[in-house]
């Protein structure tokens, strides 16, 4: 186990409603980051927070977007969802020390909208 | 930009023959490559890291992965193959110089090992 659990499991949303993923971090891991894995593809990157500000982001509309909490904890928000909004959603945390430290991910949240 | 190709959706392998998962990647500097495992209905898993160093890299349950600069390539290696390790088999890079910890990703090799 890799200490990072995600919330809900599996989650059922319909088009243009909003859905907000959980995210519970290692004890001292400051920077988050959150993936979205379609289905038969691998992950993709959405936007990463170090010590609750946003400091990176791939080629996501605005309509994703996130928070992240001083308890290590973080939420991965979408608004107007969207068909293609189906997947797998990841979140992984890394700690501060070490030149270059693996992310741990956790199990993700199944995201399906119909 | 980065980007990372897993030339091969499927690897099939007999139980104790060695594997081989195909990973070349591309990037405007030097990379970070990690390869990563992901067992049904489970997240990521990470098995190794190329940093710098020694172009053999040694990772978890046995594998190996050996970086080849000139190649460009990351590929992923165990001597003797066992049934567990069926399973979805990520390459992934980060550009040394990117401000991020974003990594990219390839498509992803299913893995399967043959009783």
């Known amino acids: 186990e890799t200490g990072v659990t995600q919330s809900p499991t599996h989650l059922i949303k319909t088009r243009g409603q909003q859905v907000t993923l959980r995210c519970s971090s290692q004890s001292g891991h400051n920077t988050v980051s959150w993936y979205q894995q379609a289905l038969g593809q691998g992950p993709q990157f959405i936007f990463q927070y170090y010590r609750e500000e946003e400091n990176g982001r791939g080629n996501f509309p605005p309509r994703f977007s996130g928070l992240q909490f001083p308890n290590y904890s973080s939420e991965l928000n979408v608004n107007a969802l969207e068909l293609d909004d189906s997947a797998l959603y990841l979140c992984?945390?890394?700690?501060?020390?070490?030149?270059?430290?693996?992310?741990?991910f956790g199990p993700g949240t199944r995201l399906t909208v119909l | 930009a980065q980007s990372v190709a897993q030339p091969e959706d499927q690897v099939n392998v007999a139980e104790g023959n060695p594997l081989t998962v195909k990973c070349t990647y591309s990037v405007s500097g030097n990379p970070y490559l990690f390869w990563y495992v992901q067992y049904p209905n489970r997240g990521l898993q990470f098995l190794l890291k190329?940093?710098?160093?020694?172009?053999l890299v040694k990772g978890s349950y046995g594998f190996e992965a050996e970086f080849n600069k000139s190649q460009t390539s990351f590929h992923l290696k165990k001597p003797s193959a066992l049934v567990s390790d069926s399973a979805l088999y990520f390459c992934a890079v980060r550009d040394r110089g990117a401000g991020s910890y974003q990594l990219t990703f390839g498509k992803g090799t299913k893995l399967s090992v043959i009783p």
């Open positions: 190329y940093i710098t160093g020694d172009n």
């Open positions: 992984a945390s890394r700690g501060d020390s070490g030149r270059w430290n693996e992310q741990f």
